[in-house]
């Protein structure tokens, strides 16, 4: 009986470890299989801009953000217009383990801490809305540009400027010497897009017919309140009217609204304000007729541009799909904006 019972607990004790040694393995196993599942390992993108004052560049980082899906994460840094700032930002996220950076650089003539970063740790880099010079993006394969054509955006402020003056004869050569007094009102100085936008608006008026007189210009950093300085000093030291007023884009646009809102002048006595970008200011301004019309900046593709890119590149698979020019750079269309066309532009 004893060596029975002795060796019926053997056998009890015998089953007792295999059946910890069946669940050991299953639980080594699903492990396993957890671990399987997760080599679609979650993607992280970096997005640096230049400062985060800027209304077109804080509206097309929100649109980036609305294309973020599940599995992939994003940190957004912003560098309050310091170089250095933004450098030690992109440094910190390349630490962090990014797998792709979008950077919006402060001085875009000086890309090299950034793209020797990327270089050494192999993170692409997709620069956006400030375009660096053909050198400097040449440097390295997997560096890539998304924006605009600024010379587009130029030429369009022009041929849409032309119009309203040619529709308005009269009423937009107020002094009827058969020439517009204009001004414009610049971005940064250096930046692609004001240098552009300055040059292409005004010789597309010339080459459109339009005699033009230019009466001042400012330079207002892209930047309402500095804008609407700056257009009350041109107010008050022109003597005649000032009939046309080129923004380089919406936000000095306003500020020249608000230069003329303070000195308290009239709206048959006002120039025809055109701005650049169709931010959600911009477009209510062009609808309350405070500001003729503006040229829609796509910022909707800009960002879905650079999120599609990030995505390809963090998975290492083709971009071909993306239809690159010089399989570097996306540059999306402007679109000029009037009030016969602007609800189309509004909650795009
Ligand atoms: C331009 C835009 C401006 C400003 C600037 C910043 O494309 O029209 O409003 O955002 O970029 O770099
Ligand atoms: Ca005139």
Not at 30 to 44: D, M, N
Request: with cysteine; charged share 25%; aromatic share 8%.
């Amino acid at each position: 009986m004893t060596i029975r019972n002795t060796f019926l607990q053997q056998c009890n004790r015998f089953r007792f470890f295999v059946r910890i040694l069946v669940l050991l393995v299953l639980s080594v196993s699903l492990t396993g299989c957890a671990r399987t599942q997760s080599t679609h390992k979650e993607i992280k993108i970096g997005v640096c801009a230049y400062d985060q004052y800027d209304t077109f560049l804080t509206q097309l980082i929100d649109c980036f953000d609305e294309n973020v899906e599940d599995g992939v994460s994003v940190e957004y840094a912003y560098a309050s217009q310091s170089q250095i700032t933004q450098n030690e930002q992109v440094r910190k996220m390349i630490e962090k383990g990014v797998d792709v950076l979008c950077v919006n650089l402060v001085d875009r003539t000086a890309p090299n801490t950034i793209i020797d970063l990327g270089k050494k740790n192999d993170v692409p880099i997709i620069f956006f809305n400030r375009e660096l010079v053909e050198e400097d993006i040449t440097q390295w394969p997997k560096l890539y540009y998304v924006g605009a054509d600024a010379f587009e955006s130029g030429i369009m402020q022009g041929e849409l400027a032309a119009n309203m003056i040619r529709r308005e004869s009269l009423n937009a050569d107020k002094n009827g010497d058969g020439k517009i007094q204009y001004v414009v009102l610049e971005g940064e100085a250096g930046h692609q897009d004001s240098i552009v936008r300055t040059e292409y608006s005004v010789k597309t008026l010339v080459d459109e017919g339009i005699d033009v007189d230019k009466v001042g210009y400012a330079i207002a950093n892209w930047n309402r309140a500095q804008a609407q300085t700056k257009m009350a000093q041109l107010i008050e030291r022109n003597d005649e009217a000032i009939e046309l007023v080129l923004a380089n884009n919406d936000d000095m646009a306003l500020g020249a609204v608000d230069a003329y809102n303070s000195a308290k002048i009239s709206a048959v006595d006002r120039p025809i304000i055109i701005g650049i970008d169709g931010t959600d200011v911009g477009l209510e301004a062009v609808v309350n007729k405070t500001i003729a019309g503006t040229i829609y900046n796509d910022k909707e593709g800009q960002a879905k541009a650079m999120y599609d890119l990030s995505i390809l590149l963090a998975r290492e698979e083709p971009l071909n799909s993306l239809g690159m020019e010089d399989g570097r750079y996306i540059r999306l269309p402007y679109q000029k904006v009037d009030a016969s066309n602007v609800l189309q532009f509004i909650h795009k």
